[in-house]
């Protein structure tokens, strides 16, 4: 059983995160992508459902479907991983806090992929592992 566990402990964070990224990048893609698929079905749900106290229901769309395509994108790279993880947490903040309170098991599913890309950034095989690599030398 040792021998397991010392296997396990040598998986590298790289890894794991890129494993977190691809996750998270699926999840919020998909969402994205069901926005833009229609577009005032999407406004209607902003309007009705999901209205926000603080922003217009078209505001909110835009701002909704441009993260979950955008911050998708960056997170599969791993570029601006702990920006993009940032952003998406306080999406999950929003939504339940507003919209589905309900929903806590799937937004701490979430929260447990996009906690650790934030806490320790995108691992080794990522855009951002990469700049920091390529701006060392210049320093």
Do not use: N
């Not at 069901?34 to 922003?55: C, G």
């Not at 903040?93 to 934030?118: D, E, K, M, R, S």
């Amino acid at each position: 059983m040792q021998r397991l566990i010392s296997w396990f402990d040598r998986i590298p964070y790289g890894l794991l995160a890129l494993l977190a990224r691809v996750a998270a990048c699926v999840v919020f893609w998909r969402s994205g992508r069901v926005k833009l698929d229609d577009w005032s079905a999407t406004l209607a749900l902003f309007e009705t459902e999901y209205a926000l106290p603080l922003l217009p229901p078209q505001l909110a769309a835009c701002l909704a479907t441009g993260l979950e395509l955008g911050g998708s994108v960056l997170l599969l790279l791993g570029l601006g991983t702990r920006f993009a993880a940032l952003a998406f947490i306080g999406m999950i903040a929003t939504i339940q806090g507003f919209v589905y309170p309900q929903a806590w098991p799937t937004h701490l599913q979430w929260l447990a992929f996009l906690l650790p890309l934030l806490a320790r950034g995108a691992g080794a095989l990522s855009l951002d592992a990469v700049l920091v690599r390529w701006r060392r030398p210049c320093q």
